[in-house]
């Protein structure tokens, strides 16, 4: 099936670090992504990983890849309440660009 | 940079009736994308364009859904006629270059009543 998968709920205290999780299902995906939502708003690109990569770090983030296992995750460190919103996965479909995304993680950051 | 620009940003109206949507890519994007995303969804893919033509309309309801790219830079969606389970958010979405990053609009909210 195509169904890109992630965990619903994340809730945290401020200070702490998140780790939003992610399974995915093309073996063939050529890139990675992770976008932020927040109420109202279009989605904001974060970051993106290619596949023939491990890890990638940007400032707060580091995106993890399993390729064996097909598992991506984001952990965003000192999480602020600025960082409240729904994150979205997604895979870039070998050949058409195509993105499929994740069902999406509501991240909730308790001061 | 001007990012992706959509109207309206809000738009109601009955079920039966027709709605259009307008979206003005990022300058220079040739790919340019619409996404339905019903609440508590990620999003969907409708319809990918390639400059002026379609690359990807497998999830577009064509009986009731149109979209044109006129000259390989705005494009409108079409629904007609509309259905209550049409109500959600509709993105657009450009992106150039081999690492396809996609960069969204700020979506319009359609209520179908």
């Known amino acids: 099936g195509e169904d890109v998968e992630q965990s619903l709920f994340l809730s945290v205290r401020e200070g702490d670090s998140s780790v939003i999780n992610c399974t995915y299902t093309?073996?063939?995906?050529?890139?990675l992504y992770w976008y932020k939502q927040e109420p109202g708003a279009g989605l904001q690109l974060l970051t993106y990983i290619f596949s023939n990569m491990d890890m990638k770090q940007d400032q707060r983030l580091t995106v993890l890849l399993n390729k064996k296992d097909k598992h991506l995750s984001l952990r965003i460190a000192d999480t602020q309440t600025g960082d409240s919103a729904i994150y979205f996965c997604?895979?870039?479909?070998?050949?058409?660009?195509?993105?499929?995304f994740g069902t999406g993680t509501r991240l909730k950051v308790l001061a | 940079e001007a990012g992706v620009a959509q109207s309206p940003r809000y738009k109601i109206i009955e079920k039966r009736q027709s709605v259009a949507f307008w979206c003005n890519p990022i300058s220079g994007h040739a790919t340019l994308y619409w996404y339905q995303q019903i609440l508590g969804q990620g999003p969907k893919l409708l319809i990918q364009?390639?400059?002026?033509?379609?690359?990807?309309d497998s999830q577009l309801p064509k009986d009731r859904f149109s979209a044109e790219r006129l000259k390989g830079v705005d494009s409108t969606l079409k629904i007609q006629p509309a259905k209550l389970e049409d109500s959600a958010v509709y993105l657009c979405?450009?992106?150039?270059?081999?690492?396809?990053?996609?960069?969204f609009g700020p979506g319009t909210r359609l209520t179908v009543l």
């Open positions: 997604a895979e870039s479909k070998k050949g058409t660009y195509k993105y499929i």
């Open positions: 979405a450009s992106s150039q270059g081999p690492t396809n990053e996609q960069f």
């Open positions: 364009f390639q400059n002026n033509g379609v690359v990807d």
């Open positions: 093309d073996s063939s995906s050529t890139y």
